[in-house]
C-alpha cells in the first residue's frame, strides 16, 4: 500500500484543536486501510518563534520540503503582535508557499444543504452551490517590483505597486484551471480587468490561446472581473471553475466564501508544479480561518474548515477521491441531523464542541465503511 507523508502544522490560537480533530480521521481512514498515512508535527507561527525565535525553523522546512502534503491550522494571536516584522506568526506561512512555490490556491465554495439557510443569500441562489475559485498566489500587484513609497520632497509621498504577470505564470495557473474543470462541470470562467490594465489583456490572450491549444474540450468564459463580483452574488450556480489573478483572486475568494455561511466551514488548498519523478505537487491544506484568540481554548471551534481541508489532500495529493466523496457526506450527513459547533448554530440545533463534532463525523464515516 502506497505511504503518504504528512506534516501537521497546528500553528497558534484554535489551531491545535482543529488539528486534532484531523487526526481522528486520518486515524479512521488508517484504521480501515484506506491508505497508510505517516504523520510528522512541527511547529509554526507564534509557537515556533517562542520555541526557535522564527516562525519557521529550518528542520520543519525541510519537514515540509519532505512531505507528500502539508496540513496547516492556524498562526497569530495578540501574545505576538510586537514580535519583530520578518519573524511574526504570519512569516511562517509565507515562507511556505515561497519556498514550496505554492502558486495555485484553491478555494472552493460549498453550500452544505443543511445551511443554506445560514447564507445571506436567499437559500435558492445558494443551495447546491459548488464553485471553485483559483487564484494565482504568488505573482501580480502583491509581489511586483517596484514595490514602494518614495518622498517627493514637496510634502507629497508616491506610493507604488506593480502588476506583472509572465505568460509562463498565467499559462500553468490557467492548466491548474483546466483540469479542475474536466474532473467537475468541465466550465472555465477566467477573469481579469483587459478593459483597462495590460496584464489582463495578456492573462485574456494567453488564456484564450492555451485553451484553444490544450483544453478545448473544456468550456472556456472570460468575465471582468468587476462585473464577475457582481455575478457572484446575483446567481453563483452559474459557475464551475473560476481562475484570476492573486488580488481579484482574493477578494473575489472572500466573497464566494461569505455565500456559504461561516468561516469556519471554508477548507483551502495550495499546489504548487507537478515533480515529474513522484508525479505529486508540493501541496499546502489550510483553512481559510485565522488562530481565533477569542475562542481558542474553549471547544468552540468549527473543525469542519480544517477537516475539509485533509479531504482536499486526499482529493488533490493522493488520489482517494472515494475517500474524499465520503468525507464530504459525513460532514453533510452530520449537519444535516442538526449537529452544529456554536458559530454555525441556528434554532432548534443540537449544540457540538469541537471535539463532539470531530467524534460524529468520525462515527458517521464508520457507518459508510466497506
Ligand atoms: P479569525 O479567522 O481568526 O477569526 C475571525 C472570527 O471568526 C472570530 O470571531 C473567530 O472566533 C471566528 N472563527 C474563525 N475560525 C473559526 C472556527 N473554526 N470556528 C468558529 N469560529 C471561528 O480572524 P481574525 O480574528 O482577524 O484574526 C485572529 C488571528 O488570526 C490574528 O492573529 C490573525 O493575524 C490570524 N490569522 C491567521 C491566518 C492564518 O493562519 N492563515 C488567517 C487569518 C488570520
Given at each position: ?10 500553528g497558534d ?29 512541527g511547529l509554526v507561527g507564534g509557537c515556533a518563534y517562542d520555541a526557535h525565535g522564527k516562525a519557521i525553523s529550518?528542520a520543519d ?26 519573524v511574526?506568526?504570519?512569516?511562517g ?278
Open positions: 500500500m502506497t505511504i503518504f507523508k504528512l506534516l501537521l502544522l497546528p490560537g484554535i489551531g491545535p484543536e482543529v488539528m486534532a480533530e484531523v487526526e481522528k480521521i486520518i486515524d479512521c481512514f488508517a484504521s480501515e486501510g484506506v491508505a497508510k498515512f505517516e504523520t510528522e508535527k529550518e522546512m525541510a519537514l515540509a520540503g519532505a512531505a507528500d502534503a502539508i496540513l496547516f491550522a492556524a498562526v497569530g494571536g495578540p501574545k505576538w503582535d510586537g514580535v519583530p516584522y520578518d511574526r506568526p504570519e512569516a506561512l509565507l515562507r511556505l508557499r515561497k519556498d514550496l512555490a505554492l502558486y495555485a490556491n484553491l478555494r472552493p465554495a460549498i453550500c452544505y444543504p443543511a445551511l443554506a439557510s445560514a447564507s445571506s443569500l436567499k437559500p435558492e441562489v445558494v443551495e447546491g452551490l459548488d464553485i471553485m475559485i483559483v487564484r494565482e498566489l504568488t505573482g501580480g500587484v502583491y509581489f511586483g517590483e517596484p514595490k514602494q513609497i518614495i518622498d517627493l520632497g514637496n510634502g507629497q509621498k508616491r506610493a507604488i505597486d506593480t502588476q506583472v504577470y509572465d505568460t509562463f505564470e498565467i499559462e500553468r495557473i490557467g492548466r491548474t484551471a483546466f483540469e479542475l474543470a474536466r474532473n467537475r462541470g468541465n466550465k472555465v470562467t477566467s477573469s481579469e480587468k483587459r478593459n483597462v490594465m495590460k496584464s489582463g489583456v495578456l492573462w485574456h490572450e494567453v488564456m484564450t490561446a492555451l485553451h484553444k491549444r490544450e483544453y478545448s474540450d473544456v468550456k472556456l468564459e472570460h468575465q471582468l472581473a468587476d462585473a464577475l463580483g457582481m455575478q457572484l452574488v446575483r446567481w453563483p450556480k452559474q459557475f464551475d471553475v473560476i481562475v484570476t489573478d492573486n488580488l481579484f483572486g482574493d477578494m473575489l475568494s472572500d466573497v464566494a466564501a461569505m455565500l456559504t455561511g461561516s468561516l469556519g466551514m471554508l477548507p483551502s488548498a495550495s499546489l504548487g508544479d507537478v515533480d515529474p519523478k513522484s508525479g505529486r505537487r508540493k501541496a499546502l491544506y489550510e483553512p481559510v480561518h485565522g488562530s481565533a484568540p477569542d475562542i481558542a481554548g474553549k471547544g468552540l471551534a468549527n473543525p469542519i474548515a480544517m477537516i475539509g481541508s485533509f479531504g482536499m489532500a486526499l482529493r488533490y495529493s493522493f488520489g482517494l477521491n472515494a475517500a474524499a466523496d465520503r468525507l464530504d457526506a459525513a460532514i453533510a450527513r452530520v449537519l444535516a441531523d442538526g449537529l452544529r459547533t456554536a458559530d454555525i448554530r441556528g434554532d432548534g440545533d443540537r449544540l457540538a464542541s469541537t471535539g463532539e463534532m470531530g467524534d460524529a463525523i468520525v462515527a458517521e464515516l464508520g457507518r459508510s465503511a466497506g
